[in-house]
């Protein structure tokens, strides 16, 4: 089967044939990729950003959307044919040891979950099933940036109605924290961005106001709007926009970008009830908020699709990539495999 490899950081990925060395494990699951998202931490993971990587050669991927075509022994959440959503946040069922893949005579690592492939052996507990008949592509983003975009909402931010939002950065999780913000009641929402069409998009998803950050004004713009916002996030990792983000409120500061080096903040006002708070996927659990999600997605009330807004074969990945490093991407990219 056909899968991208990481096989050397800042190269470009490789894409071969690999083979399963193994038959499934307990609680391992082979599942047929349909669609998979391309996140940050792929693009992390690619540039290296947390140092040297024991694990190379190895997989990468980590939402997506497929259908089951066996499952290994003890698999008691899924069964076969089963369309299912992948997931890297940790879900019912059994936590599987990752399966090991031969390219050339070369072991390739991979995950509990990877999805840059055609087929991928799965940890059942990365794995829920789906019952609706929504767009693929859109429900594939259920096993990330959704469902963190949501639970930075209502389990970070623990935010309530009529409470202000300002979110760095409207790339795929941004899009979802403001539509999570908009769908909990949140007011105003203001989205920030260096890229003038993710701007423009996020007002399709709820943002009241929008401001440029190319210029430094930007941060005088959001004051003259809100002198202190109740929840500010931030989706970029970048020092400068957490910095200033941290001094846009008094209240909480959510911390979702993948962090690109360290930063300095005055921290005596946490002690005086401000909150500095680091989101680990929005702390989802995907078995509870996956269903959910995909209710609201049936009924029309939060819009999968519509956030993916490029598609590539496989084979092509590393033009998405390359793409998504630019930062020329607005909205999702999917890759179809
Ligand atoms: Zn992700």
Redesign the pocket.
Known sequence: MLAAILVEQNKPLVVDDISLQTRLDVGQVLVKINYSGI???QIGEIQGIKGPDKYLPHLLG??AFGSVLEIGPGVRSVSKDDKVVLH?RKGRGIDASPAVYEWNGRKVNSGQITTFSEMSVISENRLTKIHSSLDPRGLSLLG??VT?GFGVICNNAKLKIGESLVVLGVGGVGLNIVEAGKLAGAHPIISIDINQERLNFSKRFGADYTISSISKSWIDEVRGLLPKADVVVDCTGIKEIIEAGYELTNSRMILVGVPKENISINSLPLHLGKKLIGSHGGESDPTVDIPRLETLATAGKINLEELVTEEVELKNIQSAIDKMIAGKVVGRCVVRC
Request: with cysteine; hydrophobic share 20%; net charge negative.
């Open positions: 996140c940050g931490s980590h939402e890297w990330c940036a963190t």
